[in-house]
Nanobody, 123 residues
């Protein structure tokens, strides 16, 4: 499987910004859909954003639309999640995931997952 490593999480005040990075171990990354998911304490894992292999199409959860931006740099085997105007309800462990043959918000469609990075937003 493709190994994914997230970085960039941390503790920020409400209204602040963070940029998460996800770096893949293999060049096949460029043929995979990338999704960012998050899981808050006591909650189910939910889709935050996703991007097609070429980066031509992106989609976002309603809760983050207008605040978060997903992007990718295929020559670097890296995807990003820029998070602006952060709210306490954004607090969660954020995961990068990759899928071949799917463009989906369902985590069950993603075969490759990173280890997660904690994002904590305080008011």
């Amino acid at each position: 499987q493709v190994q994914l490593v997230e970085s960039g999480g941390g503790l920020v005040q409400a209204g602040g910004s963070l940029r998460l990075s996800c770096t893949a171990s293999q060049g096949t990354f460029k043929w995979l859909t990338v999704g960012w998911f998050r899981q808050a304490p006591g909650k189910e894992r939910e889709s935050v954003a996703r991007i097609t292999p070429s980066g031509s199409t992106t989609d976002y959860a309603d809760s983050v639309k207008g605040r978060f931006t997903i992007s990718r740099d295929n020559p670097k085997n890296t995807a990003y999640l820029q998070m602006n105007s952060l709210k306490p309800e954004d607090t969660a462990v954020y995961y990068c995931a990759a899928a071949g043959g799917y463009y989906s918000s369902d985590p069950r469609d993603y075969a490759h997952w990173g280890q997660g990075t904690q994002v904590t937003v305080v008011s």
